[in-house]
Every structure is written in structure tokens, then in C-alpha cells.
T-cell receptor, first 115, second 116 residues
Framework: AQKVTQAQTEISVVEKEDVTLDCVYE???????LFWYKQPPSGELVFLIR??????QNEISGRYSWNFQKSTSSFNFTITASQVVDSAVYFC????????????FGQGTELSVKP | NAGVMQNPRHLVRRRGQEARLRCSPM?????VYWYRQLPEEGLKFMVY????????ESGMPKERFSAEFPKEGPSILRIQQVVRGDSAAYFC??????????????FGPGTRLTVT
């Protein structure tokens, strides 16, 4: 089965708190890709990151960081010192090699950052 | 460099009418994907097209839905005889997708279809 699970439906934090969004995936493929997208209240989807299954290095981009753990099939996303503008729905997605590029999305985690 | 464009942004149709959703990919991208987002749900893959070809339509409902990506012009997602359950946000994405793998997909702003 190919599946992405984002167990946290909603998270609410106060500004400047750190927050981690969990993502667990299932696939039998040995080559695959993991993505995070942000969907702000305006509704568009903003690409955040793409990782391939061979690269388990953690990545940091400003206040954003990603922790890829192949052993636990997880690709978690941490926002440090959250801001109100981070309020959005965040989607984790799984993609494949040589399957035409379609993505399988998780259900999304709605993050609310309160001032 | 313009992003993925979709129009209309909002579409209201009565039950039984047809809905046509348009998507123009980013410049230089020849691969288009359509996804549907039902209320309170994640995005579900519908169809993957290249110019003049449907590559993967495994996510398309068997009836009433069709998609095309002609040699010239935008990709079209067509829903015939719409029903209330078709109310959703429909997103188009494009990618350069050089090797058949999941490349970055850049999404359009979506078309929000409401069926009354």
C-alpha cells in the first residue's frame, strides 16, 4: 500500500513556540520522494521541500527544518519560533520514480499560530 | 515567469450542467496533473497528461469526467452533468518531469467548483 498519514489534524500554538508536524508514509518502493506543501487561507499550494529516499540528511531553511528518518518511515517538519503568518494547512506527500509523477497526499495538518 | 494559471477561480454550476476548468502550465513545463480536494480532505490525484496524451487517469471517476491537454492551449478538465458531490477545489499542477519521476510540482491557485 502507498499511503501518507498525518495524524495531527489540528495544532494550535502561541507565537514564538516551536512546532513539529508529523508525517508517516508507507511504500514498498525503494526509490521515492517526499514533499511538504503549505496551503495558506487564500487556498493556493506552496511548495516547501522535496527529498529523495537516498538522502537522509536533515535540512534547514530559515525557521523551517525537516527530519527524514527512513527507519521509521517518517518525514517530520519543524517550524522554529512560529509566527502568525505560518498559520496554514500543511500537507505531506509521497511521490515515486517512474510512475509518472503523481503525488499521494496526507490529510493535512491545520496549524494555527496565535499572537 | 508566470506560475501555473487556472481559470476560473470560482465556478458555480447547477446540477446537470457542465463544468470546464482550464489550466495553463508554467512556461517550459509539458506535464500537467489534476487533483481534487474535497472539503476537509487532502488532495487526491485524478489524471496526468502530457501534450496530446493521457498518461495516467487512474484517479478519474469512470463517468462524467474527462481531461485533455491539446497541442495548443490549456489543459481542460471537463465534468459533465455535475452533481453536488462534485463540489470541491480542483488543482492543476505542472512539472518539467524529465525522467518519469516525481519532480517538483508547481500548483495553480485552484478552481473552486460549487454545484447548487
Amino acid at each position: 500500500a502507498q499511503k501518507v498519514t498525518q495524524a495531527q489534524t489540528e495544532i494550535s500554538v502561541v507565537e514564538k513556540e516551536d512546532v513539529t508536524l508529523d508525517c508517516v508514509y508507507e511504500t514498498r518502493d525503494t526509490t521515492y520522494y517526499l514533499f511538504w506543501y503549505k496551503q495558506p487561507p487564500s487556498g493556493e499550494l506552496v511548495f516547501l521541500i522535496r527529498r529523495n529516499s537516498f538522502d537522509e540528511q536533515n535540512e534547514i531553511s530559515g525557521r523551517y527544518s525537516w527530519n527524514f528518518q527512513k527507519s521509521t518511515s517518517s518525514f517530520n517538519f519543524t517550524i522554529t519560533a512560529s509566527q502568525v503568518v505560518d498559520s496554514a494547512v500543511y500537507f505531506c506527500a509521497l511521490g515515486f520514480y517512474n510512475q509518472g509523477g503523481k503525488l499521494i497526499f496526507g490529510q493535512g495538518t491545520e496549524l494555527s499560530v496565535k499572537p | 515567469n508566470a506560475g501555473v494559471m487556472q481559470n476560473p477561480r470560482h465556478l458555480v454550476r447547477r446540477r446537470g450542467q457542465e463544468a470546464r476548468l482550464r489550466c495553463s502550465p508554467m512556461k517550459g513545463h509539458s506535464h500537467v496533473y489534476w487533483y481534487r480536494q474535497l472539503p476537509e480532505e487532502g488532495l487526491k490525484f485524478m489524471v496526468y497528461l502530457q501534450k496530446e496524451n493521457i498518461i495516467d487517469e487512474s484517479g478519474m471517476p469512470k463517468e462524467r469526467f474527462s481531461a485533455e491537454f491539446p497541442k495548443e492551449g490549456p489543459s481542460i478538465l471537463r465534468i459533465q452533468q455535475v452533481v453536488r458531490g462534485d463540489s470541491a477545489a480542483y488543482f492543476c499542477a505542472s512539472s518539467p518531469n524529465m525522467d518519469g519521476s516525481s519532480y517538483e510540482q508547481y500548483f495553480g491557485p485552484g478552481t473552486r467548483l460549487t454545484v447548487t
